[in-house]
């Protein structure tokens, strides 16, 4: 059972471009929702984080728009570099021991030149 | 710089065998988690520990177990190894207190291939 349901599996822009990655989830008790980048040979590192009281989240180049009442959010990565290619996951968590974060299946962007 | 350390990047092993992966980290973090990836799965749970010798199944536990005697350490243990526990292995830790505002800091993670 997949609680986080991340879209697309893969994505290809070109430099400049604005990828747009697409999470849901179905659990109401999540409350934290983070995405993290990795890059090939390297764990996971958290890239921005929202709480639902907020619909929007900016840092630097990086936007995560959030919809409670649909139970979806997005990463949106303004002009995109060579250097943003990676893969992206969507996570939540909810309250409560070790607050352990579910993820989504990750999607792996290139940004071309 | 940080943090979390997985004790070998690369490992073969053979079915059956009783396998150990380490994970230590220097932060002092509350929480451990042991995570499996896997290609088109993402990042799945396997165990999670949120102190000293106390563990929680994750969502996928069956195979393994999890020893946690140190703050800093918690090892993932593949009791008899088999060729479907091949996989990409991220340890992670976290401080304690929800939601977690630093996030996760995972390791560089372990890849395991079991012949």
């Known amino acids: 059972q997949q609680q986080v349901k991340q879209s697309p599996q893969s994505l290809i822009v070109q430099k400049g471009g604005i990828p747009i990655i697409n999470c849901a989830y179905e659990n109401t008790a999540f409350d934290y929702f983070p995405w993290y980048q990795q890059f090939p040979g390297k764990g996971p590192a958290l890239l921005i984080a929202?709480?639902?009281?907020?619909s929007e989240k900016k840092e630097g180049r990086f936007t995560i728009s959030f919809n409670k009442s649909a139970k979806q959010f997005s990463l949106h990565i303004m002009d995109s570099q060579p250097g943003d290619s990676a893969t992206y996951f969507c996570a939540a968590s909810s309250a409560g021991t070790a607050s352990k974060l579910t993820f989504g299946t990750g999607t792996r962007l290139q940004v071309t030149l | 710089d940080v943090k979390v350390t997985q004790s070998s990047r690369y490992l073969v092993k053979r079915t059956g065998e009783k396998v150990f992966l380490e994970c230590v980290q220097d932060?002092?973090?509350?929480?451990m988690f042991w995570y499996r990836q896997d290609p088109g799965l993402g990042l799945r749970l396997i165990y999670f520990s949120y102190d000293v010798k106390m563990k929680e199944k994750g969502d996928i536990p069956e195979g393994y177990s999890v020893s946690r005697e140190k703050k800093e350490r918690f090892s993932l243990i593949l009791e008899s190894a088999s060729t479907n526990q091949t996989s990409m292995y991220l340890c992670?830790?976290?401080?304690?207190?929800?939601?977690?505002?630093?996030?996760?800091?995972f390791g560089s993670g372990t890849r395991l291939t079991v012949v």
């Open positions: 992670a830790s976290g401080a304690q207190g929800a939601p977690p505002l630093r996030g996760y800091t």
């Open positions: 932060m002092d973090h509350e929480n």
């Open positions: 929202i709480r639902p009281d907020v």
